[in-house]
């Protein structure tokens, strides 16, 4: 044994080599003072032994040349080498200051070159054993399924444009986060704690790992927050501004269709549309309804265009006209008259949109196309109840209001359990009791 180990042999994470005095390891090469490496070689052919001091002094030192203070200076010596951790000793035990034992596995070089795992399968091993796959793969799981509730509830109308894409990208952004965190921390019965390999080649963490990781968590937080006060600039930054004006109802008063829903389907499917910035429904109806001009309402909206026009409905078909008027000098841009049928209203509304958008010369992203392509529900009488629904969450917070616009909702779900703007609506007006 003795004579192998002299040819060298490997302790934990380190090279040792007796005959040129190197201790080689994580942090370099090494040069031991040749008592020290006599004193971790005698360790090492001992590994698992408890040894005190005089016995440790007798075999390594000359008969009567060093004391014991000496021999405990130069095991200090060693284990600082070693990088050992006094609190969780990964190389040398300490035991009632005076007892040592060499804990770490000692394979001699033969063995080494024969048996021993190369650097990829060691690094597949730390990985194992601190749980990085685990974590991850955790990670990966619950960060597509939130993806994917994303994805489905990104079509309502009040979920923002490019939520998706940023909810992707803060994924994408954590995952290095969560590798590092699941390298260097293990959860214990005692909480979160520094991986005791991590805590003994990096001693200065144990002091400061606490407070880097609650840096961290400040840093996240203000980077969110900023992020959030500042997606409208972002978001909005060369997008065209745009408001749709209340369609003028010219259906008969006895008719049992309408063109009520009109203006808030076209300021929906506008709005779907991310290289815009549509102003909301009720700012427009409330300016239109001071009888104010064209150019002024654009002014107080801060909009670019105008969007506008009259419904009528009658005998189960509709005759929408629309006009795009340039807000500056309120001249028509475009104006189109559409005669059909009730079944193909909302086909109409996705159809002025994409007129809106090349008349004002916008190119559409996928996102956007495929907004505008979604028909809500192909149930009339779901949509009838969904919009008469709208109508009474619109008057206000009032608990009549409410009951009526619940058992609506309720009422399109039942006739469409597929129809999201029918279950967000409900939602809604739980939150307005």
Known sequence: MARG????????????????GELRGPG???????QTMKLLVYLAEHAGELIGVGRLREAVWPPASVNEDAVRR???ELRHRLRDNSATPAYIEIRDDDNYRLIAPVTPRQQVSDSEPG????????????KVFRVTAT????????????????DVPWMPDGALAALLTMFVAGFPIVIILAWALEITEKGIVLDPETARRWPALTRIWRPLMLGLALAIAVGFT??????????TRDRIAAVVLPFDD?????TEFSCGWLTEEMTDALANIRELRIAARTSAEALAKASLAVPDIASRLRVDYVLEGSCGAENQRLRITAQLIEAEDGFHLWSQVYDV?????????????????ETLEISLSDESVRKLGRIPTSNDQAYVSYQQGRRYLDLGREEKHLAAAEKLFRRAIDLDPGFAEAHAGLCETYLAW
């Open 28 to 34: 370099g090469v090494a040069i031991l003072h040749p």
């Open 119 to 130: 650097v990829v399968q060691r690094f597949l091993g730390q990985l194992k054993r601190r």
């Open 74 to 76: 130069c095991v200090k």
């Open 341 to 357: 049928p009730w079944s193909e209203r909302l086909k109409v509304v996705r159809e002025i949109a994409r007129r809106v958008a």
């Open 226 to 235: 900023v992020f959030l006060m500042t997606r409208d600039v972002i978001w």
């Open 250 to 254: 010219l259906s008969p008063a006895d």
């Open 139 to 154: 990670y990966a799981v619950v960060g597509w399924l939130l993806l994917q509730i994303a994805d489905v509830v990104s």
């Open 5 to 20: 180990l002299q040819a060298g042999f490997r302790l934990g994470e380190y090279e040792v080599a007796p005959e040129e």
